[in-house]
């Protein structure tokens, strides 16, 4: 910097003393002053453009003669289309939207010789500090900058679709102006059809789930020369930083994917089968709603009756045991504009990998399935008979329930005592010693819609795998007991060994026994011989005193009514 300052008279320091004393140079041409410039230049701008900007006008003494902001207004005005005093149009061109200059014009270049009324004297140098906010062109149209796109996009909006997005809305120098995070809630509309402001409607399309993009549109494709009356001010560029989450159309159906079908599939679901499956639901975003994996209990419905939504009534139709499928259901065919509340958002489009567990129709019965049988197979098992079989009994899905083997010995049952579930008393019916059958029995035959606690889930469909090991054939039905041989005479005085004209309990079971022992009777087996001894008793005693009187005693032969003798 050059000093003023006395001193010797040297040459130098005559030059610069009359430079200092010099009156000062007109201003040829003007001069700018960049007091802030943006880190990145979003636009600058050309001639032709249109510019929103804020300034104050000054004199060079600092006096104020007119300011954009006193008026609550940007001025807002084509560059280079001499709608601006020339210095003002030459200094606007190049400048970056946020950039901040300090611009110096010369009358020449401003209001020259004639000056502006009562406002700006003739010949007069003017300052203007200037911000940029906005500028666009009339021939712009929208702008996308895509910054995120998923790996799996199977599907871009288009016209008619229903979308669901997050945005935030800033204007081209970042001042925000809407944002639906602050609001929690998505914006939700149809694309395509007049439903946004235009820019908006071109900017969506081809937009896939996950993309995020950055679209800047001109006013004559967002909201024009008015604004929208409040935060957006008129002639103003728009920027929205959109994410789509969610799309479908009205059209829509639902849709299955990553199938994985078991090798062996006998069966598949039909309308009225009651299934019971597993599942994981989210959004089409990927948002966790639900999931009956958390809960440790399949989620258990009749299908194709109207006790799920629609799109889950469908896509479980024609699936297998131990299937894996993904269903996708529009809000159309799940819960509709209303959603659920806070798990599910009205209009969203639902997502559920599911595992079918087993199924079962109300109409199922014990389904057997033969698949050893000795080559000889003279007696085979009735009601009544007693029998000692092993067992290994599942889920459909594989999960073990129980085993005979596990305890070391066998099951012993008597067909037709309700000893063992319906099912499995269908199933062990006319088989042969050595015979292996596969059960496969169905809820309403087994334990029903509570299951076994810790065992057996509610409404499980049951698989066994049995072996018949022995057979102690039973009594005719209605029978106690039964005499090898013809029944002996005088019965009643046999019993009644103290000649007291009755028979005690005692007695009774006495006789019984003995007849048991010497192989000349024999009792119904499986049970306990002393509870059917005194169930017997109990027949005879037909008035109830403690005791049997030959008036009371009658053999089976005689009476219909009765199960003893």
């Not at 090798?263 to 009651?274: I, N």
């Not at 799920?308 to 529009?330: K, N, Q, S, Y």
Request: charged content about 25%; some cysteine.
């Amino acid at each position: 910097m050059i000093k003023c300052a006395l001193g010797m008279l040297s040459l130098s320091l005559l030059v610069t003393f009359a430079a200092c004393n010099a009156p000062p140079v007109p201003l040829e041409d003007i001069l700018i002053e960049k007091t802030f410039v943006p880190e990145q230049c979003v636009r600058a701008v050309k001639v032709g453009d249109f510019v929103r900007y804020h300034y104050i006008g000054t004199f060079p003494d600092g006096k104020k003669f007119d300011s954009s902001y006193d008026r609550g207004s940007t001025y807002n005005v084509f560059v280079g289309k001499k709608q601006l005093i020339e210095g003002m149009d030459k200094a606007l061109v190049g400048m970056c939207v946020n950039e901040r200059s300090l611009i110096k014009i010369p009358p020449h270049l401003a209001y020259g010789s004639k000056g502006y009324g009562d406002i700006i004297p003739a010949d007069s140098i003017l300052h203007f500090d200037v911000l940029l906010l906005d500028v666009w062109n009339p021939e712009d149209g929208v702008q996308i900058n895509t910054y995120y796109t998923p790996s799996n996009c199977s599907r871009k909006v288009e016209v008619s679709d229903f979308v669901r997005y997050h945005y935030n809305g800033t204007l081209l120098d970042g001042t925000l102006f809407d944002s639906s995070h602050t609001r929690m809630r998505t914006y939700d509309t149809y694309v395509g059809i007049g439903w946004l402001i235009a820019g908006m409607d071109q900017g969506l399309l081809g937009m896939c789930v996950g993309e995020r993009r950055i679209i800047t549109m001109p006013p004559s494709l967002g909201y024009g020369e008015n604004g929208d009356g409040s935060d957006i001010p008129g002639q103003a560029s728009l920027v929205f930083d959109v994410v789509l989450l969610d799309l479908h159309n009205p059209r829509d159906g639902i849709t299955i994917t990553n199938q994985i079908v078991p090798e062996s599939c006998t069966r598949k679901t039909v309308a009225g089968d009651f299934v019971r499956y597993h599942y994981n639901g989210s959004l089409l975003d990927g948002t966790f709603f639900d999931s009956s994996y958390s809960r440790n209990h399949t989620y258990d419905t009749y299908v194709g009756r109207g006790y799920v939504i629609a799109g889950m009534d469908e896509g479980l139709i024609g699936v297998c045991i131990g299937e894996r499928r993904t269903i996708t259901i529009p809000p159309h065919l799940a819960y509709g504009e209303e959603g659920t509340g806070s798990k599910i958002p009205g209009s969203a489009v639902l997502v559920f990998d599911i595992h079918m567990i087993d199924f079962h129709n109300p109409s199922d019965n014990t389904e057997i399935t033969v698949t050893y049988k000795p080559a000889e197979c003279d007696k085979q098992t009735k009601k009544g008979d007693f029998i000692k079989y092993h067992y290994n009994g599942t889920l459909l899905d594989g999960t073990p329930v129980d085993s005979t083997y596990s305890y070391g010995k066998t099951y012993n049952v008597v067909l037709g005592a309700n000893q063992v579930v319906p099912g499995m008393e269908d199933g062990l019916i006319d088989m042969c010693v050595g015979e292996i059958r596969r059960l496969i029995i169905p809820p309403h035959l087994a334990y029903g819609e509570r299951g076994v606690t810790d065992q057996v889930p509610g409404s499980a469909v049951l698989l066994f795998d049995v072996e018949l090991v022995e057979i102690e054939e039973g009594l005719p039905e209605g029978y106690m007991f039964i005499w090898n041989e013809e029944v002996p005479p005088g019965l009643f005085a046999k019993m009644d060994r103290d000649n007291s004209g009755s028979v005690e309990p005692s007695e009774f079971t006495d006789y019984i026994m003995q007849q048991v022992n010497d192989g000349k009777g024999r009792l119904a087996p499986g049970f306990d011989p002393y509870r059917i001894i005194d169930n017997m008793f109990s027949n005879q005693d037909r008035n109830g005193d403690g005791k049997i009187t030959e008036e009371e005693f009658k053999l089976k032969a005689d009476e219909t009514n009765h199960d003893e003798l």
